[in-house]
């Protein structure tokens, strides 16, 4: 089975500062992570690579730094890794995302399944895999704890808020996975000495014979107009006593007061 | 503090670490309580490829050092002894494979040892042989093509866990130390039991049991060396192990002092955190020091040992006995910084406490190390005289 | 040019409506006020005659009914081509869909096949009526961050919403509106994936998202064992128990109980965070509670920003003494 997994790198800390002329957030210099649910992602890869046999491919879009997060993918057993960069591709928002990742997933090879985390945690938008899916035509399942392969495509556990649902799709597929379908395995010493050494290939926006017009800034739709903390209440009181039975009384006379209990 | 780590290295302390934060910390409570034998944390170290660090490549291993090795048992020991001890005693149960064992012997038992899919365990001790080994009874008769064992080894860690073990029994009464051989024994030889588990006061997780030998028949094949090199065979053995136990220690003192000093930062009294209180930080300080130089002095060892040199028994014990000291100091003074709390079940530092005392016994107790030591020490002094 | 409409994406199951979208639709009654552009929802069922007076009672002044046997659970291929397909031909200004399960994995979808703009997980929507643009607001990560986003030339401008964040209003029980029905035709897309079964899963606890009551329990709890000190609590208030990631990762409660931006965002009347220092994350999820009680022993801890009642003090004493005093009240 020819699998491919889009990962991404994450901001770890809230030392991440943004960029005042185009308030988009300032990644390099950040520690970073592969974003957790990618890693649920990259796990399912590797069951079904060791299930069914085959090669798993790992695919990011960002910035050099990002060579670090393949390297891990590397050591937890991933075949090939493929780092997509480019100055254009600044500023990339969902959209122009899935367009660049698409391009790169169609280079890199004919594959059976292409797997996304459910959401990336610094953006939240759930959007590259519908968007890489829709660019591709293939059909994409999104909240994939389990996959099984079968004669005419995949069977595939979905979770929804109520409980589970049961997906037969044909052909090739995009699913987008779940934190509750795995953990991520361990790196295992091998591994780490292979991914030390492990090639990254790396295409630009030239290799991928991307346009222009629908990458980087230029490709996005959405602008962010401005960042701000969230609001500070007023009116509001602070307990604090040596004795905690007396800041219990005190909580509970306060609530009494405002009529909640 | 530099340790001049390769990069391997550093990916081996890496994995550990991740290892005993993700798995070891988290249930060693549990396995600590009900005497839980760590099989699943084994594979898992076992999977991430770092059973066999010692083992040559030949075998399936990485090739590695004593160095290597007692990196791994370092890290783990931060979160558990008990569990980084049922890894290690691997290491003290193959040794003689390695060192003594035919290349038929070492295709054989080294290759499930490094890939973690065996255990082994080794067999010296009994009821009326612990530090003077000489008073090994158990018998191996030579019959036709077979060995025959009778005998009881007792407090063998990793006992009725492991696959394989490398037993000393006396081959020839009548030649005193020159007597005895040592050998592999197989789990599931007929006429080889085990005892009860042994019920400990520390390291829980580990199994301690007695091997029992009656008219245990093993093949003449499972002779490891020549008859006569058993004690030979043990010294080097435990030589060549006592490294691991002092990271035991190095490994023990540092969680145990780590989560003092964290303790002494929230612990309010008087006002103030009581990690501002002079008598706590010299405490600290003490417990800092003495880590960093057992950790020094073991490093150093494991360094020694690599690098080729035939006779390292007084840099071992050197290495054992301080560590292993200082983590009972380390162990102790960091329960008192808890206070109360430390006495309590439920923070991690009795646990500790606990544990730490059986490295100042097991592998030849401290008394035995600084016999050892003096000894070289006294050679020396006479060596120098004859100048 | 469009139609001046905002469109509310109706979601159903088996034939009933879901509760983000009658809260979408009552937030989208605001909206069309100060914008002038008309609400309208977008349905698609196999049988819309339940559900359409629903709608209106909602808000919804016009719906456009797609209606077909393929369309009567959401598969995506269906779904955003009967939407997409509608969006291109009706050009409307904004499109809002609850982020569900549904919500989530379709609007993606259209908003690359319109090429739209999408931003998902919206806290709060507003109308610019200088620019006459929507202003979409959704925490963003790094700390405390909240981000402003517009969507200045594409159309439509699409954003998903967190179910629980605006507060559901009928106007009445037998308002207005107008159906239009949508013409279907899928024969041209492949048929290649389909539903086997679903299982719904009984849960008896209180559910997260209906309750008034929470305690929600984060790293200051300490271990597995300690949350049954919430437990009490929660017992007491007839509460149902939440807790923060870093508890929910640490694998000492279900992700069910998670709250916060990759959890589930609740809006109760009281909301009780213990032990919970308040990283973005979780604000996210619980900001929108009525009255929010803070315990926590770090009196500089993010959590007391957001707090009507901060209690500076161990959990571990303040809790158990809360469930003591509480019961003793109730005598």
Same mark, same amino acid.
């Not at chain 2, 020159?178 to 039991?193: D, H, L, Y």
């Not at chain 2, 009795?350 to 401290?366: H, P, S, V, W």
């Not at chain 3, 016009?62 to 969006?87: C, E, F, M, R, T």
């Given at each position: 089975?020819?699998?491919?997994?889009?990962?991404?790198?994450?901001?770890d800390s809230d030392k991440v500062t943004i960029d005042r002329e185009t308030n988009r957030l300032n990644r390099a210099g950040v520690p970073s992570v592969i974003n957790p649910f990618d890693e649920n992602a990259l796990e399912l890869g590797l069951q079904l690579k060791d299930k069914y046999g085959g090669k798993v491919t790992v695919i990011t879009m960002g910035p050099p730094q990002a060579e670090e997060a393949l390297r891990e993918c590397v050591s937890v057993g991933a075949d090939e890794v493929i780092l997509v960069t480019d100055r254009k591709f600044a500023g990339s928002d969902t959209w122009a995302t899935s367009y660049t990742l698409s391009l790169a997933v169609q280079k890199a090879g004919d594959f059976d399944v292409v797997l996304f985390g459910k959401q990336a945690i610094d953006g939240d938008t759930a959007q590259v895999g519908p968007g890489v899916a829709y660019f591709m035509d293939i059909p994409v399942i999104t909240y994939v704890k389990e996959a099984e392969k079968t004669d005419t495509g995949f069977k595939v556990k979905r979770v929804t808020e109520e409980g589970y649902q049961l997906w037969e799709v044909d052909g090739k597929a995009a699913f987008t996975v779940v934190k509750e379908a795995n953990t991520m395995r361990l790196p295992s010493l091998k591994g780490k000495m292979r991914a030390k050494s492990a090639t990254i290939i790396t295409w630009g926006a030239d290799d991928l014979g991307a346009e222009?017009?629908?990458?980087?800034?230029?490709?996005?739709?959405?602008?962010?107009?401005?960042?701000?903390?969230?609001?500070?209440?007023?009116?509001?009181?602070?307990?604090?006593?040596?004795?905690?039975?007396?800041?219990?009384?005190?909580?509970?006379?306060?609530?009494?007061?405002?009529?909640?209990? | 503090?530099?340790?001049?780590?390769?990069?391997?290295?550093?990916?081996?302390?890496?994995?550990?670490?991740?290892?005993?934060?993700?798995?070891?910390? =988290?249930?060693?409570?549990?396995?600590?309580?009900?005497?839980?034998? =760590?099989?699943?944390?084994?594979?898992?170290?076992?999977?991430?490829?770092?059973?066999?660090?010692?083992?040559?490549?030949?075998?399936?291993?990485?090739?590695?050092?004593?160095?290597?090795?007692?990196?791994?048992?370092?890290?783990?020991?931060?979160?558990?002894?008990?569990?980084?001890?049922?890894?290690?005693?691997?290491?003290?149960?193959?040794?003689?494979?390695?060192?003594?064992?035919?290349?038929?012997?070492?295709?054989?038992?080294? =290759?499930?040892?490094?890939?973690?899919?065996?255990?082994?365990?080794?067999?010296?001790? +009994?009821?009326?042989?612990?530090?003077?080994?000489?008073?090994?009874?158990?018998?191996?008769?030579?019959?036709?093509?077979?060995?025959?064992?009778?005998?009881?080894?007792?407090?063998?860690?990793?006992?009725?866990?492991?696959?394989?073990?490398?037993?000393?029994?006396?081959?020839?009464?009548?030649?005193?130390?020159?007597?005895?051989?040592?050998?592999?024994?197989?789990?599931?030889?007929?006429?080889?039991?085990?005892?009860?588990? +042994?019920?400990?006061?520390?390291?829980?997780?580990?199994?301690?049991?007695?091997?029992?030998?009656?008219?245990?028949?093993? =093949?003449?094949?499972?002779?490891?060396?020549?008859?006569?090199?058993?004690?030979?065979?043990?010294?080097?053995?435990?030589?060549?192990?006592?490294?691991?136990?002092?990271?035991?220690?190095? &490994?023990?003192?540092?969680?145990? $002092?780590?989560?003092?000093?964290?303790?002494?930062?929230?612990?309010?009294?008087? &006002?103030?955190?009581?990690?501002?209180?002079?008598?706590?930080?010299?405490?600290?300080?003490?417990?800092?020091?003495?880590?960093?130089?057992?950790?020094?002095?073991?490093?150093?060892?494991?360094?020694?040992?690599?690098?080729?040199?035939?006779?390292?028994? $007084?840099?071992?014990?050197?290495?054992?006995?301080?560590?292993?000291?200082?983590?009972?100091?380390?162990?102790?003074?960091?329960?008192?910084?808890?206070?109360?709390?430390?006495?309590?079940?439920?923070?991690?530092? +009795?646990?500790?406490?606990?544990?730490?005392?059986?490295?100042?016994?097991?592998?030849?107790?401290?008394?035995?190390?600084?016999?050892?030591?003096?000894?070289?020490?006294?050679?020396?002094?006479?060596?120098?005289?004859?100048? | 040019?469009?139609?001046?409409?905002?469109?509310?994406?109706?979601?159903?199951?088996?034939?009933?409506?879901?509760?983000?979208?009658?809260?979408?639709?009552?937030?989208?009654?605001?909206?069309?006020?100060?914008?002038?552009?008309?609400?309208?929802?977008?349905?698609?069922?196999?049988?819309?005659?339940?559900?359409?007076?629903?709608?209106?009672?909602?808000?919804?002044?016009?719906?456009?009914?797609?209606?077909?046997?393929?369309?009567?659970?959401?598969?995506?291929?269906?779904?955003?081509?009967?939407?997409?397909?509608?969006?291109?031909?009706?050009?409307?200004?904004?499109?809002?869909?609850?982020?569900?399960?549904?919500?989530?994995?379709?609007?993606?979808? /259209?908003?690359?096949?319109?090429?739209?703009?999408?931003?998902?997980?919206?806290?709060?929507?507003?109308?610019?009526?200088?620019?006459?643009?929507?202003?979409?607001?959704?925490?963003?990560?790094?700390?405390?961050?909240?981000?402003?986003?517009?969507?200045?030339?594409?159309?439509?401008?699409?954003?998903?919403?967190?179910?629980?964040?605006?507060?559901?209003?009928?106007?009445?029980?037998?308002?207005?509106?107008?159906?239009?029905?949508?013409?279907?035709?899928?024969?041209?897309?492949?048929?290649?994936?389909?539903?086997?079964?679903?299982?719904?899963?009984?849960?008896?606890?209180?559910?997260?998202?209906?309750?008034?009551?929470?305690?929600?329990?984060?790293?200051?709890?300490?271990?597995?064992?300690?949350?049954?000190?919430?437990?009490?609590?929660?017992?007491?208030?007839?509460?149902?128990?939440?807790?923060?990631?870093?508890?929910?990762?640490?694998?000492?409660?279900?992700?069910?109980?998670?709250?916060?931006?990759?959890?589930?965002?609740?809006?109760?009347?009281?909301? /009780?965070?213990?032990?919970?220092?308040?990283?973005?994350?979780?604000?996210?999820?619980?900001?929108?509670?009525?009255? /929010?009680?803070?315990?926590?022993?770090?009196?500089?801890?993010?959590?007391?920003?957001?707090?009507?009642?901060?209690?500076?003090?161990?959990?571990?004493?303040?809790?158990?003494?809360?469930?003591?005093?509480?019961?003793?009240?109730?005598?």
């Amino acid at each position: 089975m020819n699998i491919a997994v889009c990962i991404k790198q994450v901001p770890d800390s809230d030392k991440v500062t943004i960029d005042r002329e185009t308030n988009r957030l300032n990644r390099a210099g950040v520690p970073s992570v592969i974003n957790p649910f990618d890693e649920n992602a990259l796990e399912l890869g590797l069951q079904l690579k060791d299930k069914y046999g085959g090669k798993v491919t790992v695919i990011t879009m960002g910035p050099p730094q990002a060579e670090e997060a393949l390297r891990e993918c590397v050591s937890v057993g991933a075949d090939e890794v493929i780092l997509v960069t480019d100055r254009k591709f600044a500023g990339s928002d969902t959209w122009a995302t899935s367009y660049t990742l698409s391009l790169a997933v169609q280079k890199a090879g004919d594959f059976d399944v292409v797997l996304f985390g459910k959401q990336a945690i610094d953006g939240d938008t759930a959007q590259v895999g519908p968007g890489v899916a829709y660019f591709m035509d293939i059909p994409v399942i999104t909240y994939v704890k389990e996959a099984e392969k079968t004669d005419t495509g995949f069977k595939v556990k979905r979770v929804t808020e109520e409980g589970y649902q049961l997906w037969e799709v044909d052909g090739k597929a995009a699913f987008t996975v779940v934190k509750e379908a795995n953990t991520m395995r361990l790196p295992s010493l091998k591994g780490k000495m292979r991914a030390k050494s492990a090639t990254i290939i790396t295409w630009g926006a030239d290799d991928l014979g991307a346009e222009d017009a629908k990458i980087g800034l230029k490709g996005s739709p959405t602008i962010v107009k401005k960042v701000f903390s969230p609001p500070i209440k007023t009116n509001r009181e602070t307990i604090q006593n040596e004795d905690p039975k007396q800041s219990v009384k005190e909580l509970l006379g306060k609530l009494k007061e405002r009529k909640l209990i | 503090m530099e340790y001049f780590l390769t990069d391997e290295q550093k990916m081996i302390v890496e994995l550990s670490r991740k290892i005993t934060e993700e798995h070891i910390i =988290p249930n060693r409570a549990r396995l600590d309580e009900e005497e839980i034998f =760590p099989t699943e944390i084994l594979k898992i170290i076992a999977d991430a490829d770092l059973y066999g660090l010692y083992i040559p490549e030949a075998y399936g291993g990485f090739g590695g050092g004593v160095m290597d090795f007692i990196l791994a048992v370092e890290e783990f020991s931060r979160g558990c002894i008990g569990v980084s001890v049922s890894f290690a005693a691997n290491a003290l149960g193959i040794y003689p494979v390695l060192a003594f064992g035919t290349e038929e012997q070492k295709q054989k038992f080294l =290759p499930p040892i490094a890939a973690g899919t065996k255990q082994a365990a080794f067999g010296l001790t +009994e009821a009326n042989a612990g530090s003077d080994a000489g008073g090994v009874q158990t018998t191996a008769e030579l019959v036709g093509d077979h060995y025959v064992l009778n005998g009881t080894k007792q407090w063998i860690t990793n006992g009725g866990e492991a696959e394989i073990y490398t037993v000393i029994a006396i081959t020839d009464k009548a030649k005193g130390a020159r007597g005895a051989s040592a050998f592999i024994v197989e789990k599931g030889t007929p006429g080889f039991t085990f005892g009860k588990k +042994e019920d400990k006061l520390g390291i829980r997780a580990s199994a301690t049991r007695e091997l029992v030998f009656q008219d245990c028949k093993i =093949p003449k094949a499972n002779l490891l060396g020549k008859e006569g090199m058993g004690f030979i065979v043990a010294m080097k053995n435990l030589d060549h192990s006592r490294p691991g136990i002092a990271a035991q220690g190095v &490994g023990l003192a540092q969680g145990a $002092m780590e989560a003092a000093v964290k303790y002494s930062r929230e612990r309010v009294q008087f &006002g103030k955190p009581i990690s501002a209180f002079q008598a706590n930080q010299h405490k600290i300080a003490n417990m800092a020091t003495e880590i960093e130089a057992a950790r020094c002095l073991l490093y150093q060892t494991a360094r020694t040992i690599d690098s080729g040199n035939k006779d390292f028994s $007084m840099e071992s014990a050197m290495c054992k006995l301080y560590a292993t000291d200082v983590a009972n100091k380390v162990a102790n003074e960091a329960l008192q910084i808890f206070g109360g709390y430390g006495y309590m079940r439920e923070y991690p530092v +009795e646990k500790m406490f606990r544990d730490a005392k059986i490295l100042q016994i097991y592998e030849g107790t401290n008394e035995i190390q600084r016999n050892v030591i003096a000894l070289d020490a006294i050679k020396k002094s006479a060596k120098q005289d004859k100048k | 040019m469009s139609n001046k409409e905002i469109w509310i994406f109706a979601e159903q199951r088996e034939g009933v409506i879901s509760l983000a979208t009658l809260e979408l639709l009552s937030e989208g009654q605001i909206l069309a006020a100060k914008s002038g552009y008309t609400l309208c929802a977008v349905l698609l069922s196999a049988d819309d005659s339940k559900i359409l007076q629903e709608l209106y009672n909602y808000g919804a002044k016009k719906v456009y009914s797609a209606v077909g046997p393929k369309l009567s659970y959401y598969q995506n291929d269906y779904y955003s081509k009967v939407v997409a397909d509608l969006i291109i031909e009706k050009k409307p200004e904004i499109v809002l869909y609850g982020a569900t399960s549904v919500g989530r994995s379709l609007a993606p979808t /259209i908003a690359v096949m319109v090429n739209a703009g999408l931003t998902a997980d919206c806290t709060e929507l507003d109308f610019d009526t200088e620019q006459m643009l929507l202003l979409q607001t959704r925490p963003a990560f790094g700390g405390n961050i909240m981000a402003t986003i517009l969507c200045p030339n594409h159309r439509p401008q699409m954003s998903t919403v967190r179910p629980n964040v605006f507060k559901k209003n009928k106007l009445g029980d037998k308002e207005k509106g107008e159906s239009v029905s949508v013409k279907v035709d899928l024969s041209k897309v492949k048929d290649r994936m389909r539903l086997l079964e679903e299982t719904k899963e009984e849960v008896d606890a209180v559910d997260l998202c209906e309750a008034e009551f929470i305690v929600s329990g984060g790293r200051g709890v300490g271990s597995p064992e300690k949350f049954i000190v919430l437990q009490d609590l929660a017992k007491e208030l007839g509460a149902a128990v939440g807790a923060s990631r870093a508890t929910v990762d640490a694998g000492w409660i279900a992700h069910f109980h998670q709250v916060g931006q990759t959890g589930k965002t609740v809006c109760p009347k009281v909301y /009780i965070a213990c032990g919970i220092s308040g990283a973005i994350q979780h604000l996210a999820g619980m900001q929108s509670s009525d009255f /929010i009680i803070a315990i926590n022993k770090d009196p500089q801890a993010n959590i007391f920003d957001v707090a009507d009642i901060g209690v500076v003090g161990d959990l571990h004493d303040i809790v158990p003494e809360l469930t003591s005093q509480i019961k003793a009240l109730k005598k």
